[in-house]
């Protein structure tokens, strides 16, 4: 087997955890139904968005235009950001893999989070480079935005490991013969790097 050379993360899930309390029970109080989450990311196009097709103000635009009460855009936008949870192991064990191996970020995510998010813990600049799906147009597991990585991080699959918590996505990778870990928590992702000889 080929020595890893290159370790690729994904973001939510797995540098940072998601936790849409405080957003939601702010899209309630303003009348959108939030019962059926999928139904609400739908109506808004969060893909499209994620493949930027349209911009933070647009998708901003989308929420209050189904708000039955009047909202504040400022109040809005605060919220929308108002979701992520830092892991810091997991970004401890991003950056420490920086200093002994080629690190990349491989990120579905629109304007505003990106933003927020290297503001936030320099997740942009972790590691030597990113690819945030809406400035290349593709998501994953779109197989683009895999190619995508592959020509500007010069990858060779064989000696490239991906980590994503969704299934659908380390199976693309796979498919591309990367090597992938599908991401459950910390210590089974650092098990697993083990196993593939990455000193994590």
Known sequence: MSAIDTVIFDVGRVLVHLDFRRLLAFLDDHGIDVA???ELLTRIDLAAYERGAFDGDALLGRIESMSARPMDRAAMRAHWLDIFVPQEGMLDLSRRLSRSHRVFILSNVGDLHWE???????????GHGAIASYKVGASKPDPAIYRRAEESFGLEPRRTVFIDDMVANVDTARGRHWHAIHHRDEPSTVEDLRALGVPA
């Open 36 to 38: 059926h989450i999928s």
């Open 116 to 126: 927020h998010l290297d503001a936030s813990w320099g997740i942009g600049s972790i």
